[in-house]
């Protein structure tokens, strides 16, 4: 959500954002309807007067009068009754479509219709050459029985896994590994819910928008988030925190689901695009200052390229277009990491900054250097996921024969076994 006043001051930027962000909005419209609401209020107080002013002139008047000043004064409360829906529309109408309203990129973000316009920054890690043919993920799977594709998928349908035995292992290491790892640099590790009431959605920009990719709990009003950024951007919901408490910096471990509508066909076969899959996420809360914000942007990014690192994965870096970063960021970069068995770097982690806009939404404030409330900045990244991040990692660390290598900071989370398999 961007300020209605900057909204009303800028009608260009936000036409221009709207526009490279190829987002379905008509300024116009929420322009019209905030006039149309600013002249209803104008009448509804202007009758408020006139009929607080009648009801003061009705003690003071002459007997003969007192009839007709008291049938004025039903008749202004009548007037402002029947103003009270058209009031409520047009309130409702305005909020809707401010929820609408994307971001500004910070300058210098790359315009673009979708992921093929991001620009690659640099890569990290030299994508490994096999003395002997690599298999695939599921492959490797199969081979040491640590999948079992097809009873899960009558258990559970499509998008569905299971991992068994030292991969079971593995991606409970990982999760314990990147917790630990943000933990020992300041994050406060946090273990939450991915049930979530719908509004902390609509507070992070999911809603609206993206209703169809959230899975909705019968009969109650709960939901199950994609990513943990949900139920931690709302934690503080609706309050106004001391300057002190800031910069608040979180590690959540968490599930997350998401029903994956439209992505029918991509990556139907193993770990890459489940409907539930389990993520430690980065997210930071900061004071409504640009240049610290950034810096905890850099922060995040090194955050998940130091995992990557240490578990000696090749990545690269690229900054998200204009088209492929989503209505409320100001700034975004993806983590793609190497997938040997498509000879491609395949998208682990999202780094994203969002100025205001996602703080506006949630109501979550601080009290700044002069006591007045504003609203913070939030910014998020992932800080690892699985399954995702086993597919890069059992492929780009298979060794002839299919034995798993484990990267030296990954053993003491896995009984200090250098392989497995
Ligand atoms: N359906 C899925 N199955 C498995 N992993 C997924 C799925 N969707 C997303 N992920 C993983 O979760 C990461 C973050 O997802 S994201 O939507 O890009 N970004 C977020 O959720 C942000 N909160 C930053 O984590 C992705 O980079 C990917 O590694």
Avoid at 130 to 139: E, G, K, M, Q, W
Avoid at 221 to 241: D, F, H, K, Q, R
Avoid at 298 to 318: D, K, Q, S
Avoid at 413 to 419: D, E, H, Q, R, S
Wanted: glycine letters at 8%; aromatic letters at 6%; one cysteine or more.
């Amino acid at each position: 959500m961007l300020d209605l006043k900057f909204i009303r001051d800028n009608p260009g930027l936000v036409k221009h954002a709207i526009q490279v962000k190829r987002v379905q909005l008509d300024l116009d419209e929420l322009l019209r309807v905030d006039r149309e609401l600013l002249e209803l209020r104008q009448r509804v107080e202007a009758l408020q007067a006139e009929r607080n002013a009648n009801a003061k002139a009705v003690p003071k008047a002459a007997k003969e009068d007192k009839p007709l000043l008291i049938e004025k004064g039903k008749a202004l409360g009548e007037e402002l009754r029947e103003l009270d829906p058209a009031l409520r529309a047009h309130e409702d109408a305005l909020r809707q479509l401010l929820l609408r309203v994307p971001n500004l990129p910070l300058p210098g973000v790359p315009e673009g219709k979708d992921d093929s316009d991001n620009v690659e920054l640099r890569r990290e890690g030299t994508p490994p050459s096999f003395s002997f043919t690599p298999l695939d993920h599921v492959a490797l799977l199969e081979q040491h029985g640590w999948a079992d594709p097809e009873r899960v998928a009558r258990v559970s349908g499509s998008r569905s896994y299971l991992l068994k035995g030292e991969a079971a292992l593995l991606e409970q290491a990982i999760l314990t590994f990147a917790l630990t790892f943000l933990s020992e640099r300041g994050f406060t590790p946090l273990s939450t819910t991915a049930l979530v009431r719908p509004e902390t959605l609509v507070a992070t920009g999911h809603f609206p928008g993206g209703e169809d990719q959230v899975y909705k709990i019968e009969g109650e009003e709960l939901m199950l988030a994609g990513t943990a950024e949900v139920p931690v951007n709302s934690l503080y919901a609706g309050e106004i925190l001391p300057l002190e408490e800031l910069p608040l910096s979180i590690a959540a471990i968490s599930g997350a689901f998401r029903s994956e509508a439209g992505s029918a066909g991509r990556d139907v076969r193993g770990l890459m695009r489940v409907h539930e899959f389990r993520k430690v996420e980065q997210y930071v809360i900061c004071k409504a200052d640009q240049q610290e914000a950034l810096k905890w942007f850099e922060t995040l990014l090194a955050n998940a390229e130091g995992i990557l690192r240490a578990l000696e994965l090749p990545y690269r870096v690229v900054q998200n277009c204009t088209g492929d970063m989503g209505a409320g960021k100001a700034l975004m970069y993806d983590i793609e990491t190497w997938v040997p068995s498509e000879q491609l770097y395949r998208e682990t982690h999202s780094c994203s900054y969002l100025g205001d806009w996602q703080a506006r939404r949630t109501g979550l404030r601080y009290r700044d250097e002069d006591g007045k409330p504003q609203f913070a900045h939030t910014l998020n990244n992932t800080g690892i996921a699985v399954p995702r991040v086993l597919v890069p990692f059992l492929e780009n660390h298979q060794q002839e024969g299919g034995r798993i290598r484990i990267p030296e900071a990954l053993r003491p989370f896995l009984g200090g076994k250098a392989f497995i398999g």
